[in-house]
């Protein structure tokens, strides 16, 4: 029912910035939270930055000050623009919806965008 779509990821050198964008489509269905996890070779999978429908934010203290979170509501849209990228960034990046249908609610996650953060 519902499908999310990554973009954004790609390379970049140290100090540099990019936007991920995750896309939900589908119907019947409203999201509560969207949110950014990245998972590195070797290490855990860990919470990046979390949004409510509301606008509440929430991140990773290794993030503060450098990441920021957004959403569109209307379109179903939750970003995440990065800057001063470290090389510790380097992950696949993973998009989460929980999403309510009816009385039901569900996790669904995006299919992973790679950022590499070189030298």
């Known amino acids: 029912q519902v499908q999310l779509v990554e973009s954004g990821g790609g390379l970049v050198q140290p100090g540099g910035s990019l936007r991920l964008s995750c896309a939900a489509s589908g119907s019947g269905f409203s999201i509560n939270a969207m949110g950014w996890y990245r998972q590195a070779p070797g290490k855990q999978r860990e919470l990046v930055a979390l949004?409510?429908?509301?606008?509440?934010?929430n991140y990773a203290d290794s993030v503060k000050g450098r990441f920021t979170v957004s959403r569109d509501n209307a379109k179903n849209t939750v970003y995440l623009q990065m800057n001063s990228l470290k090389p510790e960034d380097t992950a696949v990046y993973y998009c989460k919806a929980r999403v309510a249908a009816s009385v039901y609610e569900y996790d669904y996650w995006g299919q992973g965008t790679q950022v590499t953060v070189s030298s």
């Open positions: 949004i409510t429908s509301g606008g509440r934010t």
